[in-house]
């Protein structure tokens, strides 16, 4: 079902949200011009070769052919087009050191055709056309965001040492660096970000790591850890069952649209389709883009499979009813029975019972979610010993700030093993007056 609506969304992005590169008119040239860069004008303008032929006669480009031949882009690069080259000269690339070696290694040759990629853009794209549009769309997928510094394009600190080499096929400026593309994909950019904790929680509870972390491209709009803090928490532990996966799925999906929708693109339209089948609206309020309810504090984060949009509230698609969620029996209420009725012990396997399949069958996240339900109502008895309850406390604060799903299972699971031991869990709970 998730294929098929993200075939349909994929086709809707290509349709609406394909993010077009407008051209326009008037090239210039840069100041301060190059010898190389001369010699390039003089053959295209004698011979009209290609963007290949006039880069390889200029003697300047030797390490970029090496890494378009070595990459299989020869033959595109080569063809009708046209395109434009943001292309690194061989002093460019000697700042990269030793790690040019790596990239032509066969193994980082999906990399390096990402970088490459990242310097071509689509059509015969002037130095002007680049001045008034101040971005471009690359063939990678990634956007260029460009500046006028001193009169001279920049794309952060990287110059335009000569621009506008006309060729057969389209045209060629020279920059002094080599661009780096974003190279995480989406799920691996939050991992990194603590901002993101309880988002990659739900997502790999969910199932859906494996697929945000596919080629994509996917536009997500990612609710902070203080976002998640907003939903009431025994319905987050909710979702975080295995019981409730659809539905957690269904509300993740709803941040995601697919195709990449930078914040201009989002801001041009009133509306979206997610891959959740439901849409989201966009507003502008005074001057801040907001989607359904929530605020977009920041935008256009690249990964190497989409962009990102951070956002402060969790959307809730209409189709989900988180009221009747909360009033539903789960499999945490069986633990919060034994904990008002049984002794510790008798909790402590039970939620060991539950956990473990859960990790065994890749999801730790929810077997992390049962294990912290057991310790929170174990520290609920009046009768706890205080060594227990300190490393309860302990193990659920560590636990809390571990990013990782499996190490917070672990961290739980190995407290409820030092409580099982203690003689004090046999016996069953006793409430005071």
């Known amino acids: 079902m998730l294929r098929s609506i993200l075939a349909s969304s994929l086709a809707l992005a290509a349709g609406g949200l394909g993010i077009s590169f407008a051209t326009q008119s008037n090239a210039t040239t840069s100041a301060g011009t190059s010898a190389t860069a001369l010699s390039m004008a003089a053959l295209a303008n004698t011979a009209n070769p290609s963007i290949l032929e006039t880069a390889t006669s200029a003697g300047k480009f030797n390490t970029l052919a090496a890494a378009i031949e070595k990459a299989g882009l020869l033959n595109t690069l080569s063809g009708s087009g046209p395109f434009t080259v943001l292309a690194p000269s061989d002093d460019a690339f000697a700042k990269l050191g030793n790690s040019v070696n790596d990239l032509l290694k066969p193994e980082n040759l999906p990399r390096l055709r990402q970088i490459l990629t990242y310097h071509v853009i689509p059509g015969r794209i002037s130095s002007a056309d680049l001045i008034k549009t101040r971005s471009a769309d690359t063939v990678n997928g990634q956007r260029l965001n460009l500046t006028l510094n001193e009169g001279r394009l920049t794309i952060g600190d990287t110059k335009f040492s000569a621009t506008d080499i006309q060729c057969s096929n389209g045209v060629i400026h020279i920059i002094d660096s080599v661009l780096i593309p974003a190279k995480h994909d989406i799920v691996s950019a939050a991992s990194n970000l603590h901002d993101f904790r309880t988002l990659v929680t739900a997502v790999k509870a969910a199932g859906l790591a ?75 309020n005074n001057g801040r883009l907001r989607i359904n309810d929530s605020n977009i504090t920041r935008t256009d984060m690249d990964t190497s499979n989409g962009v990102i949009h951070i956002i402060d509230t969790v959307l809730i698609p209409p189709s989900v009813d988180l009221a009747a969620l909360a009033s539903t029996p789960s499999s945490s209420s069986s633990i919060g029975s034994a904990s008002s009725s049984g002794s510790g012990t008798d909790l402590i396997n039970l939620a060991i019972e539950r956990g473990v399949p859960l990790f065994n069958d890749g999801n730790p996240a929810a077997c ?54 203690m003689p004090t869990m046999m016996a069953p709970a006793r409430r005071g007056n």
Do not use: C
């Not at 203080?226 to 993740?252: C, G, H, Q, Y």
């Open 368 to 421: 992390a979610a049962i294990y912290e339900v057991a310790l929170v109502a174990l520290l609920d008895r009046p009768s706890l010993p205080g060594d227990a309850r300190t490393m309860i406390t302990s193990a659920l604060s560590a636990g809390r700030e571990q990013v990782n799903a499996s190490d917070r299972a672990w961290t739980f699971r190995t407290a409820l093993d030092k409580l099982a031991e």
């Open 210 to 284: 494996e697929t945000l972390s596919g080629p994509g491209p996917f536009t997500v709009f990612a609710p902070t850890n203080e976002a998640f803090a907003k939903v009431p928490k025994d319905i987050l532990k909710k979702l975080l069952l295995p019981e409730n996966k659809e539905t957690l799925s269904k509300i993740l999906t709803y941040h995601v649209v697919a195709g990449r929708a930078y914040a201009s693109d989002a801001a041009s339209l009133s509306k979206a389709a997610t891959v959740a089948g439901e849409e989201v609206k966009f507003a502008l």
